[in-house]
Each structure stands twice: as structure tokens, then as C-alpha cells.
């Protein structure tokens, strides 16, 4: 049975720092794209970052770039989302998920939903004074 746990939702106020971690149980994380997904309170579900199998390059939304970084744990089946100067606007419930065709898509695929096979349950990040 495959499981995606996030951890690491808080809150924070505006210019702090949080690691988002994604442990996967079930699946091996490097045979996989992860996505960092999020969804505020009536708004759409968005992409965030994702990390493709294939070489591990990186892709971020442009709201996060230069801030967020994603990356693979070392042989820890985790993947992480350090997140940098946070904004009010980064508030909302985070999801990871995972992918085994990403890689045959083109960029302005890589946050389509429908490409990720595995969800994680979310976690609340909460950005306030």
C-alpha cells in the first residue's frame, strides 16, 4: 500500500522559513517526479515544484522562484520543500504527489493533476503576523 505523509505545516510569520517534508512508504521516491502542490481557502489547487525522475532537474511556479527550493532526501524515501521569505499569499494546505510519467511531458504539463498518481494528505501552512 502506498502512503504519502507531508509534516512540516506551521505557522509562521511574513520572512520566516519552513521545511515541508514528503516520507513515502509503499514506493521508492527516486523512481518518481514529486510535485509540491497547495490549495488556499476558494482557490484552485496549484503547482508548486516539482523534481522530474530523470536527472532531477527542477521546476518551480514563478510566484515561488527564488524562494522555495525542492529536493530529494538522501536515502531517506523523502522529499522536501524548503520554503524561504514567506509571504502571506504561501498560506494554504501543501500537498506532495507522485508521478511516473512526468517525465514524457513537456513543462506546462508538469502541475496537470492528472499525471500524478499518488497524493499525500496535506499539510497546513499558515503565513501571519
Known amino acids: 500500500q502506498v502512503q504519502l505523509v507531508e509534516s512540516g505545516g506551521d505557522v509562521v510569520q511574513p520572512g520566516g522559513s519552513l521545511r515541508l517534508s514528503c516520507a513515502a512508504s509503499?514506493?521508492?521516491?527516486?523512481?518518481?517526479?514529486i510535485g509540491w502542490f497547495r490549495q488556499a481557502p476558494g482557490k484552485e489547487r496549484e503547482g508548486v515544484s516539482c523534481?522530474?525522475?530523470?536527472?532531477?532537474?527542477?521546476y518551480y511556479t514563478d510566484s515561488v522562484k527564488g524562494r522555495f527550493i525542492i529536493s530529494r532526501g538522501n536515502a531517506k524515501n523523502t522529499v522536501y520543500l524548503q520554503m524561504n521569505s514567506l509571504k502571506p499569499e504561501d498560506t494554504a494546505v501543501y500537498y506532495c504527489?507522485?508521478?511516473?510519467?512526468?517525465?514524457?511531458?513537456?513543462?506546462?504539463?508538469?502541475?496537470?493533476?492528472?499525471?500524478?498518481?499518488?497524493w499525500g494528505q496535506g499539510t497546513q501552512v499558515t503565513v501571519s503576523s
Open positions: 504527489a507522485t508521478s511516473r510519467r512526468l517525465q514524457y511531458y513537456g513543462a506546462r504539463d508538469y502541475y496537470s493533476p492528472q499525471l500524478y498518481d499518488y
Open positions: 523534481i522530474l525522475r530523470n536527472g532531477g532537474t527542477t
Open positions: 509503499g514506493i521508492i521516491l527516486d523512481d518518481h517526479s
